[in-house]
């Protein structure tokens, strides 16, 4: 399956004292390339809000191999690997122009707006899988 990529600027709120990005800054960074992978895919959390489901991240591991610094333009590209019917497995990776920055893997569970587990709706499935 091809990535998605989204930019990301660097600002002066996601350094630490040393000028170096936080580690947690790129939480962020990474959930703005899996909400605009799905959105390229036609998959709005609104609308499955409406359904009563929504995403959560279950699982998270992530390699730091170089540090960003302020002003730096960052590509964030996002990736699915195979998955089930419940949990969607991504890929991913910070780039600084060909220099990879970092690099999670995510797994991602849909989960019923009251509490517990849910299965994708078919619909949703379909437009996460297409190219």
Same mark, same amino acid.
């Given at each position: 399956?091809?990535?998605?990529? !989204?930019?990301?600027?660097?600002?002066?709120?996601?350094?630490?004292?040393?000028?170096?990005?936080?580690?947690?800054?790129?939480?962020?960074?990474?959930?703005?390339?899996? @909400?605009?992978?799905?959105?390229?895919?036609?998959?709005?959390?609104?609308?499955?809000? @409406?359904?009563? !489901?929504?995403?959560?991240?279950?699982?998270? =591991?992530?390699?730091?191999?170089?540090?960003?610094?302020?002003?730096?333009?960052?590509? !964030?590209?996002?990736?699915?690997?195979?998955? @089930?019917?419940?949990?969607?497995?991504?890929?991913?990776?910070?780039?600084?122009?060909? @220099?990879?920055?970092?690099?999670?893997?995510?797994?991602?569970?849909?989960?019923?707006?009251?509490?517990?587990?849910?299965?994708?709706?078919?619909?949703?499935?379909?437009?996460? =899988?297409?190219?």
């Amino acid at each position: 399956m091809s990535g998605h990529r !989204i930019s990301v600027r660097v600002y002066y709120e996601d350094t630490d004292f040393s000028g170096n990005v936080y580690h947690a800054a790129y939480l962020h960074f990474f959930e703005r390339g899996r @909400t605009e992978f799905l959105r390229t895919r036609g998959v709005h959390h609104a609308e499955l809000v @409406t359904d009563g !489901i929504a995403f959560a991240v279950r699982r998270m =591991s992530i390699e730091f191999t170089a540090a960003a610094h302020i002003d730096d333009l960052l590509e !964030i590209e996002t990736r699915m690997v195979p998955g @089930t019917g419940a949990r969607l497995n991504l890929v991913q990776t910070v780039w600084r122009g060909p @220099t990879k920055l970092a690099e999670a893997e995510v797994q991602v569970v849909a989960i019923r707006m009251g509490g517990g587990p849910a299965r994708l709706p078919k619909a949703v499935v379909e437009r996460i =899988s297409k190219l």
